[in-house]
């Protein structure tokens, strides 16, 4: 039988914090992505909205589900580079997608971009 790991303590960004907004347009959509910052500069909170509200309320209720699990695990100790090494270079060929596959890998090409580590 194996043994719990333990999780270090989830780090939630304070109320008031910085964050970087970004607009994007892809395939013909426009999209808001903000990254809530911690103190040191780091991201630990992402959230990725449609701008204009072009979106149904399928895609409205992924990317919120994507951007909050993205989030714990940048709260959790996770690094960018592991999520981005996940969700960057992914086939954009997939069809039904309420998130297409090519805004998820330019969200995170932008974010090891502006957060090396």
Do not use: C
Not at 10 to 37: A, C, E, Q, Y
Not at 97 to 109: A, T
Request: proline share 7%; glycine share 6%; charged share 25%.
């Amino acid at each position: 039988m194996s043994s719990l790991t333990t999780l270090p303590e989830r780090k939630t960004l304070p109320d008031v914090h910085r964050s970087i907004n970004h607009t994007f347009d892809m395939n013909g959509r426009g999209w808001h992505l903000i990254v809530g910052l911690y103190e040191n500069g780091r991201p630990g909170r992402i959230s990725l909205k449609s701008a204009y509200g072009e979106a149904d309320q399928r895609e409205l209720d992924l990317m919120e589900q994507f951007s909050e699990a993205a989030s714990i695990l940048l709260q959790q100790g996770i690094p960018l580079s592991e999520l981005t090494a996940s969700f960057k270079s992914k086939e954009a060929s997939m069809t039904g997608e309420p998130i297409p596959p090519d805004v998820l890998d330019y969200v995170f090409r932008y974010l090891e971009k502006r957060f090396p580590d």
